[in-house]
């Protein structure tokens, strides 16, 4: 969970090695969280984020939607970097 000014907002966070892909948690077509459960963000195929609500699919690597309501929109990105083996963000 985030604060900022305007209230506070939770994040997706995934990391691959030193890759790491961070995005705000609100879907583009309605503004809800993604997941179906407490941190469970993935289709069955484990390739797309999902959204629970209507099934659209995010590519982890630019949360660009590939299929669903929202199709041809994006999560919103949030800048993050591994270092010394731990994961910032800059909220
Ligand atoms: S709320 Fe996410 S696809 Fe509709």
Known sequence: MVLDDG?????IVVR???????????CPHTGINLEWQPDRFFDLG?????CATHGALFR????????GPCAGDSLE?????VIEGQVVVDA
């Open 46 to 50: 484990g390739a797309f984020l999902q």
């Open 77 to 81: 990105s949030v800048s993050a970097w």
């Open 60 to 67: 982890l690597e630019d949360g660009y939607c590939v299929r």
């Open 7 to 11: 209230g506070e907002f939770s994040l």
């Open 16 to 26: 691959e090695g030193d890759l790491v892909f961070v995005y705000r948690n609100r």
